[in-house]
Every structure is written in structure tokens, then in C-alpha cells.
């Protein structure tokens, strides 16, 4: 079975806070992604990576940055929190093939006040 | 313009009884693929069933199946059966191969299974 983890399932910091939210996965997947999730809005992409080192912005990169060093791991930054970061954050992996079936962690839900 | 639409926000089933979660999808590309998730209270995705664009015929899993109309562009998943785990918000998502692997989801319907 496949399995991604992620290091909180629920986080607290302060608005101006640098937040580091860490998704490791075990089926050495090509492919990982970041993902928030919002009410209402379903799932958005941050960024994601398709190899080690590289990375590529998604819909809403915005206040965001991402680290590849290895390629079980992926994490996803937040250089100065804002309130407007609070939600919830769901990594996952892919193989990197034509079907490619994304698999989720459990996610990281995140508040900034 | 809005790539994946589910338009029910909420349903309620019977336990037992079959439910259909509607999907559309908009897209240019002629081959796609287009993925069911179920997210239940704790909060993990968790993949369902998969149907490619130039699959003859509609994907079934288990109690999953998905009754995919090209020409409409609509790809809904039938759940029969149901059960109160059922319970969960459920997503429809698309993926373009052109696309470098993204998904788009849609915004989730919200299944409540009654005992």
C-alpha cells in the first residue's frame, strides 16, 4: 500500500511565523504535490515537483515556497504565515504514468492567528 | 471558465439504496482522465476509481461504478448499496494529459448515508 505522511495533522502559529509542513512518502513516487482545501472550493494546487529539486507552481503559489531535496519527501513553506493561510493542506504522490492515481496523506489542518 | 462542476453540494441516501454523484467536466484535450475521491471526517483522500477518456467501458470497482457519457461530459459516480461508512464528501477531478500530471477538483459533494 501506498503511504504518504505528513508531519502535524493540526498546527497553530502566529500570524508572521515562518511554517515548515512536511509530506513524506514510501513508494518512490516521481511525482508529489501540495494542495489546500477549502469550503466550498474543493482542492487547489500550490506547487508540485516531478523530480528531485524541481518544482512547478500551481494554481496559487502565492506565499508559498517548496523544497525537494530527496525524493521521498516534499515540504511546503510558509516564509511569513497570514491569517489568510489557515486551512487545511494535503500533500500527495504519484507514479508519474498515464493513469496516474494521486495518493493522499492524512493532511495538515493549519491555523494562523 | 470552471473545469469540473459537481452541482450537488449535498444528498441524502437510505442505507441500502443506490446514489448517483453527478460530475461534469470541461475540457479541449481528447485524452483525459477523470478520478472519484472520497474524503471522509478524518480528512485523508482516498482514491476511488479511475476512467480514462478513450475507455470503451464505464470503470467499476466494488460497489463503485462510474457511468461516463462522453458526448455530455458528464462522469457520475453510482455508489449501490449503501452503506452508513459511505458517509464522507466526495470528489471529482480531471486530469489532462497536456497538463503535467495536475489534477482539478471539483468542489465536493457532500454524501449523508440514513440508517
Known amino acids: 500500500d501506498v503511504k504518504v505522511t505528513q508531519s502535524s495533522r493540526y498546527l497553530v502559529k502566529r500570524t508572521g511565523e515562518k511554517v515548515f509542513l512536511e509530506c513524506v512518502q514510501d513508494?518512490?513516487?516521481?511525482?508529489m504535490f501540495w494542495y489546500r482545501q477549502d469550503p466550498g472550493l474543493g482542492l487547489r494546487l500550490i506547487y508540485f515537483?516531478?523530480?528531485?529539486?524541481?518544482?512547478e507552481k500551481g494554481d496559487i503559489p502565492e506565499g508559498y515556497s517548496v523544497s525537494r531535496e530527496k525524493k521521498e519527501r516534499f515540504s511546503l513553506i510558509l516564509e511569513s504565515a497570514s491569517t489568510n493561510q489557515t486551512s487545511m493542506y494535503l500533500c500527495?504522490?504519484?507514479?508519474?504514468?498515464?493513469?496516474?492515481?494521486?495518493?493522499f496523506g492524512p493532511g495538515t489542518r493549519l491555523t494562523v492567528l | 471558465a470552471q473545469k469540473i462542476t459537481q452541482t450537488q453540494p449535498g444528498m441524502f441516501v437510505q442505507e441500502k439504496e443506490a446514489v448517483t454523484l453527478d460530475c461534469t467536466y470541461d475540457?479541449?484535450?481528447?485524452?483525459?482522465?477523470l478520478f472519484w475521491y472520497k474524503q471522509p471526517s478524518s480528512g485523508e483522500m482516498i482514491f476511488l476509481i479511475y476512467?480514462?477518456?478513450?475507455?470503451?467501458q464505464n470503470a467499476t470497482e466494488g460497489r463503485y461504478s462510474l457511468n461516463f457519457q462522453k458526448a455530455r461530459k458528464s462522469a457520475n459516480l453510482v455508489i449501490s448499496a449503501s452503506q452508513l461508512g459511505d458517509s464522507a464528501m466526495y470528489f471529482c477531478?480531471?486530469?489532462?494529459?497536456?497538463?503535467?500530471?495536475?489534477?482539478?477538483f471539483g468542489s465536493g459533494t457532500r454524501l449523508l448515508v440514513r440508517p
Open positions: 500527495a504522490s504519484s507514479l508519474g504514468q498515464l493513469v496516474d492515481t494521486q495518493y
Open positions: 513508494m518512490d513516487h516521481e511525482n
Open positions: 515537483s516531478y523530480d528531485v529539486k524541481m518544482k
Open positions: 475540457t479541449s484535450d481528447p485524452s483525459y482522465g
Open positions: 476512467q480514462g477518456s478513450y475507455d470503451q
Open positions: 477531478a480531471m486530469r489532462e494529459v497536456d497538463s503535467s500530471y495536475k489534477l482539478i
